[in-house]
């Protein structure tokens, strides 16, 4: 397979005039051409001797250099030659396609120009070179010359630096246990000062519904295992702080007792709690509400004095001639009183095969180990690749690891904004300066990219990409 570098360059008629002993040498050079095909360089170029006058006896020699350096090559030269010049030239039965060189003949006050082309073996010195020319009309030769040549054009055959920052992702630790939740609040009726299940009582059937949909959903599951459900009871202020005490307590146990009777759960740890009354869900509906007397409400509810609840209480009856109260009974308590419950479970581990497959299905049940496995059965340049570190922040989007990871992936795909959001929420470690270095690499702050780097090179979890990193900025500049 042959490569081809083109290097073209097109930079208008640039004018050479030289005056010497008698022959007025204006030669306009109008187009410059350099390849570099497979082994060999390709100089190409259009000369236009148009205004060139030169007498029938005399030759000009314009010899084409390429030099770099130390190192100097000269090309076939183009002759041009009078017109009794060009005659003894062809009588010479030269061989001009041994030397290479161009040889025509002016003809004085006519257009005419030279395509001029040569190929040449390729030197690696050759990679940023000088074309020039040297114009002899005496007989002197190009090297005596050299110090009077006309510059052309540069060719620059080097490979453009690309900055492609090397960086490290974090492989996540080993989830022992995943443990898994599912959260719910029911709000159950109870007759007044009752603590039993009423399961037909009010809306109590969909309330009901409710938690066993809930653990229905994990029953259901044939890779999760319940490990344990959790009660907490509230009740509302409306009442003494100690009868709503026992009202919250033994209603939470009794609809414990229903669920792991009803569910067939005795196998299943459960956990009871409560708060006899609760105040801070109180505040959120006040605060978020549009009660006439809002602004006193909460200051009630707020206030370190009195400390005794069920005096705080008889302040809120007593604002505004209890109509404030009136509303929050009607409004905001029966909201307060409810039981919240929780649903633990398990999910069991997965092989990197069936990981392939619920990734894409259902990857809560995944954790971030099994995900960065699957990642690794794929190329770092496709499309899948990428995918799941994204599915991984969109499943942990709190986890500093997932976040680190997925701000990697947002630097190779050039996201450089998402990445600067992921890595806001990365613990910082070698890997996050890695990020941010890169970051300022692709930026083109190149300077401050160095001191992030230098400050990390002797961490040997990025060493290799810090060097490699260093070596780019140095190559940058």
């Excluded at 100089?43 to 006896?57: A, E, H, P, R, W």
């Excluded at 000009?60 to 002759?79: F, H, I, K, Q, Y």
């Amino acid at each position: 397979m042959r490569l081809s570098y083109t290097l073209l360059y097109m930079l208008g008629c640039s004018a050479m005039a030289f005056a010497q002993d008698g022959a007025g040498t204006d030669i306009l050079v109008k187009e410059k051409n350099a390849e570099k095909l497979g082994s060999d360089l390709v100089i190409s170029m259009k000369v236009d001797i148009s205004n060139l006058k030169i007498s029938g006896g005399q030759s000009l020699v314009c010899t084409p250099l390429v030099e770099s350096g130390d190192s100097v090559r000269a090309l076939p030269p183009m002759v041009i030659n009078g017109r009794s010049r060009h005659i003894l030239y062809q009588r010479l039965d030269r061989d001009a396609s041994a030397t290479g060189e161009v040889a025509v003949r002016r003809r004085n006050n006519t257009e005419q120009t030279i395509d001029y082309m040569v190929r040449t073996p390729y030197a690696d010195w050759m990679e940023k070179a000088d074309v020039s020319m040297v114009m002899d009309d005496c007989g002197c030769g190009w090297k005596e010359l050299s110090g009077n040549k006309n510059n052309l054009f540069t060719m620059d055959f080097s490979e453009p630096l690309v900055i492609d920052p090397a960086l490290a992702y974090i492989v996540p630790e080993q989830e022992e246990v995943k443990a898994r939740h599912l959260d719910g609040s029911a709000f159950l009726d109870f007759p007044v000062n009752k603590t039993g299940i009423y399961p037909e009582y009010r809306k109590n059937p969909q309330e009901l519904n409710r938690i066993r949909e809930t653990i229905e959903v994990v029953r259901g599951d044939k890779y999760a295992s319940i490990t344990g459900i959790s009660i907490k009871g509230y009740a509302s202020p409306e009442g003494t702080y100690k009868n709503n005490a026992y009202l919250a307590e033994h209603r939470a146990k009794s609809l414990a007792d229903y669920v792991k009777k009803t569910y067939g759960l005795s196998d299943v740890s459960f956990s009871i709690d409560f708060e006899p009354e609760d105040w801070a869900g109180l505040e959120k509906a006040v605060e978020n509400g549009n009660l006439q007397d809002k602004d006193e409400i909460l200051a009630i509810i707020r206030a370190d004095e009195p400390a005794d609840w069920d005096a705080r209480e008889w302040k809120l009856k007593a604002l505004n001639g209890g109509a404030s109260y009136k509303v929050l009974l009607q409004e905001v308590y029966p909201g307060l009183r409810h039981s919240d419950y929780r649903v633990d479970y398990t999910i069991r581990s997965f092989t990197v095969d069936e990981a392939k497959e619920i990734i894409y299905t259902d990857p809560s049940k995944l954790s971030l180990s099994e995900m960065f496995a699957v990642a690794q059965q794929y190329d770092e340049d496709s499309e899948q690749f990428g995918e799941v570190f994204e599915i991984a922040v969109r499943m942990y989007p709190n986890d500093p690891v997932s976040n680190l990871n997925a701000a990697v992936n947002a630097v190779n795909t050039r996201q450089l904004d998402k990445a600067k959001r992921y890595l806001a929420k990365a613990a910082d470690c070698p890997q996050k300066q890695l990020v941010r270095a890169a970051i300022l690499m692709l930026e083109g702050k190149m300077d401050e990219a160095k001191n992030i780097l230098d400050s990390i090179k002797d961490k040997s979890e990025v060493k290799s990409q810090v060097e490699a990193n260093l070596e780019m900025v140095g190559a940058s500049k």
